[in-house]
């Protein structure tokens, strides 16, 4: 299948020098740097659930908590 994709100069340099030191044609040495990436590309990393734990602050008793000078 043709498609199009914009490859940064550096990684078309290397994957020149590579098919010319390989005798391999150009797309065949694309193919298989794309295949050997993918690979070791994994899927979204699992999120474990955030969990946090309660901690009495200490409120001064006679303070209320609707009025946050009295917080002080």
Known sequence: MRTTINIEDDVLQRA???AAK????FREVINEA????LTG???PARRRPYHTQP????????R???????IS
């Open 22 to 25: 390989s005798r391999t044609p």
């Open 16 to 18: 020149k020098a590579v």
């Open 41 to 43: 590309v994994k899927g």
């Open 64 to 70: 209320n908590l609707d009025n946050i000078s009295d």
């Open 55 to 62: 901690h009495k602050m200490g409120l001064r008793s006679g």
């Open 34 to 37: 794309l295949r050997a990436g």
